[in-house]
């Protein structure tokens, strides 16, 4: 292992390592959740948003690399530096994230460089995608998926507040 660090709520470990993944571990029974966050070189440092819900990965491949902490799904393309990532961090609202690189300066779209390091901005959909994602998927099936994976019925108020919620949008009749 060369990375490691706990999710914000303590239940979740996320490793990086030389066998070039990246792994979300049950922090109580030591098991793995989800399926391995497979890059192309050694998975140097890892970070965790603060609400948990997107991981961020830098690679000895000189790539950073946003994920889905419920999915393990790549949240869009890796952004590119010049040699491999020594740091990577969210910032305190989990709006923008730093890279730091071995190299003296990296190219990040976005934000402002800093001798070896780069912050950026978390695009919009990174930070709302998997939100969104599962309200509609409450609305519809009235159903909940916990940061443990196991899923759950809603209670009927917070299925109807989800229906409320998501019906408008789509301009469907709430049953």
Known sequence: MLAGVFSPDGRRVLTGSRDTTARLWDA????????PMQHPDWVEEVAISPDGRTILTGSNDGRARLWSASTGQLLGPPVLNHGPLMDVQFSPDGKRAIASSQAKAFWVPQGPTFRGAKIWRIP???TRRIGVAEGWIESLTGMKLDERGVLSWLDASAWRARKEEFAPASGAAIP
Do not use: S
């Open 124 to 126: 919009a959909p990174f």
């Open 28 to 35: 109580a029974n030591g098991r793995p959740v989800g399926t």
